[in-house]
T-cell receptor
Framework: GNSVTQMEGPVTLSEEAFLTINCTYT??????LFWYVQYPGEGLQLLLK?????DKGSNKGFEATYRKETTSFHLEKGSVQVSDSAVYFC????????????FGTGTSLTVIP | NAGVTQTPKFRVLKTGQSMTLLCAQD?????MYWYRQDPGMGLRLIHY???????AKGEVPDGYNVSRLKKQNFLLGLESAAPSQTSVYFC???????????????FGPGTRLTVT
């Protein structure tokens, strides 16, 4: 089946620290991979995506590379800010029916000044 | 362009009561979805729709019904609410697969429902 496993939180970092949130997936075929971010009290917003192996998605200083050999899509940022405090969700998409997403459980990040 | 909107934002129900959550999108998306978000469980798909007049079950459909009478609206109904349905409900919409690679889902702000 299709599933996403992401690093358990919560994660607390100091401002300007390096961030990695691990995400691995199980899927048949060639899914698209996504990172969504949820700020307190809001819905999910797309952060970045990659649609094929070796693609790198990037946005707002965050990056993730689609690694088919390790079935991973780890999220990284070189220098986090307080405003990056949020919950981050890794997700995969199989488009063959219903455009259905499979979400990880989310990783809460708190950045302290 | 409001994107995806949800009504209401908050609601408290007593066990056995019914209610309908409304989702509206103004992006002309074909596909719409209802999720519930519970602590430690991420988002779970309740029902979805691939076009006006169509609906399909997701991962956790029991206790919920949906309707898509208009392309822009997707309603989620609880006929007899139970405490296990206390959750945050999110609506989302997307283009149909293959629409120029635009396959991401756009989410509404959520409805926080408490069933006592």
């Amino acid at each position: 089946g299709n599933s996403v496993t992401q690093m358990e939180g919560p994660v607390t970092l100091s401002e300007e620290a390096f961030l990695t949130i691990n995400c691995t997936y199980t899927a048949t075929g060639y899914p698209s991979l996504f990172w969504y971010v949820q700020y307190p009290g809001e819905g999910l917003q797309l952060l970045l995506k990659a649609t094929k192996a070796d693609d790198k998605g990037s946005n707002k200083g965050f990056e993730a590379t689609y690694r088919k050999e390790t079935t991973s899509f780890h999220l990284e940022k070189g220098s986090v800010q307080v405003s990056d405090s949020a919950v981050y969700f890794c997700a995969l998409l199989r488009s063959y029916t219903g455009n259905q997403f499979y979400f990880g459980t989310g990783t809460s990040l708190t950045v302290i000044p | 362009n409001a994107g995806v909107t949800q009504t209401p934002k908050f609601r408290v129900l007593k066990t056995g009561q019914s209610m309908t959550l409304l989702c509206a999108q103004d992006m002309n998306h074909e596909y719409m979805y209802w999720y519930r978000q519970d602590p430690g469980m991420g988002l779970r798909l309740i029902h979805y729709s691939v076009g006006e007049g169509t609906t399909a079950k997701g991962e956790v459909p029991d206790g919920y019904n949906v309707s898509r009478l208009k392309k822009q609206n997707f309603l989620l109904g609880l006929e007899s609410a139970a405490p296990s349905q206390t959750s945050v409900y999110f609506c989302a919409s997307s283009y149909s697969p293959g629409t120029g690679g635009k396959n991401e889902q756009y989410f509404g702000p959520g409805t926080r429902l408490t069933v006592t």
